[in-house]
């Protein structure tokens, strides 16, 4: 019987046996973990690239966002969030920051923990929904199931397939290949990938998040390349359906529109973002609260975060890396969330010293 590390050495030999120069993009911070904890970058060939794109949607929410719910937070709201946000900057802090000075930030697990701390206390309570299309289903199942009055969300919900298609544009990147994410593909499905390989002629795999799916997402996109394909194909087939989640799409169309926002790293990318209907205003902390904040620059002195959400650098080309920016003492988006590129360089990337 052959064991995963028989199998594993049969499907690098195989990439060996195809490898050309290809730079091969995924958006998923899962993705990215599976890569650096199982040295994933050093088993294949060195002219195989594969970089790391926007895939942690912590990372991503912009300062202008954070920066909306401190200003509720002064104002002596209740904000209800993940863990993971809590040190991403803002413009005047963080909401971790807002916390030590005496604000009410409490952390959830998911917006029913944040409805239930609703239903049990008189305070405006807030959460700050960050994801991507994969928890918005629940932020969107809990606005429609009639929340206390008290209870309010500050949508941060972005889309993969627009980013996708704005780092296609650019030729920023000059991607030739790309990784799609197996957990956002659970909801959207492979269709909404099909326009990358159609009109750009982009190889594409949707993949699960062990080293073999990995490893085998990277052998199909090279053989896609060798036999002049570019196609999508679903290696994730005990999770994904072409088709995705019906009933999950169907309450995102229920609940949001998009609209065109700015990401952290990036300028506004059109028709990227969910944001609530009018029908739903009353839950909008948005329209709730008449909250209006001014852009905010990105910029963080010595920071390069942004630049390696768009996959054009990587950590260790940033001079704070392991040093000024550190887990314990995060300076940039990248390196707060455990999904976020810096993060997971931090733990699994020794070998980079």
Not at 201 to 208: D, H, N, R
Request: overall charge negative; hydrophobic content about 40%.
């Amino acid at each position: 019987m052959n064991t995963m590390k028989d199998l594993s050495e049969k499907i690098v030999k195989r990439i060996e046996n195809i490898a050309q120069p290809v730079k091969i993009m995924h958006v998923c911070g899962s993705h990215e973990h599976t890569i650096m904890q199982h040295g994933i970058r050093s088993l294949i060939p060195k002219e195989v690239e594969v970089v790391a794109g926007p895939g942690c949607p912590v990372c991503c929410v912009p300062a202008r966002e954070v920066e909306e719910c401190l200003d509720l937070a002064r104002q002596g709201v209740t904000i209800a969030t993940f863990g993971d946000m809590m040190r991403v900057p803002g413009g005047t802090g963080s909401l971790a920051d807002a916390k030590a000075d005496g604000a009410d930030v409490r952390i959830v697990y998911g917006i029913n923990n944040a409805v239930e701390l609703a239903n049990n206390i008189d305070n405006e309570v807030v959460f700050m929904a960050a994801g991507f299309e994969t928890t918005a289903p629940t932020t969107a199942a809990e606005i429609v199931s009639n929340p206390p009055e008290n209870f309010s969300v500050l949508s941060c919900h972005r889309m993969i397939p627009p980013a996708l298609n704005f780092l296609i544009e650019s030729g920023e990147v000059n991607l030739n290949a790309l990784i799609e994410p197996g957990h956002v593909s659970t909801i959207i499905g492979t269709k909404p990938y099909d326009i990358f390989s159609e009109k750009y002629g982009i190889p594409q795999v949707v993949t699960g998040f062990n080293p073999m799916d990995v490893l085998i997402a990277v052998y199909l996109i090279l053989k896609q390349i060798n036999e002049g394909k570019a196609i999508v194909q679903n290696e994730y087939k005990r999770a994904v359906r072409d088709e995705g989640n019906l009933k999950a799409q169907k309450l995102l169309e229920e609940v949001f529109y998009i609209t065109t926002k700015e990401w952290r790293g990036f300028p506004p990318i059109p028709d990227s973002v969910m944001e609530i209907k009018d029908e739903f205003a009353h839950v909008n902390a948005r329209e709730k609260f008449d909250i209006e904040i001014a852009e905010i620059p990105e910029v963080i002195s010595g920071c390069i975060c942004g630049a390696i959400l768009r996959g054009v650098a990587r950590p260790e080309d940033c001079k704070l890396f392991k040093k000024e920016c550190n887990p314990t003492n995060p300076v940039g988006a990248c390196m707060v969330s455990k999904e976020g590129t810096c993060n997971i360089a931090y733990r699994y990337g020794s070998f980079l010293d």
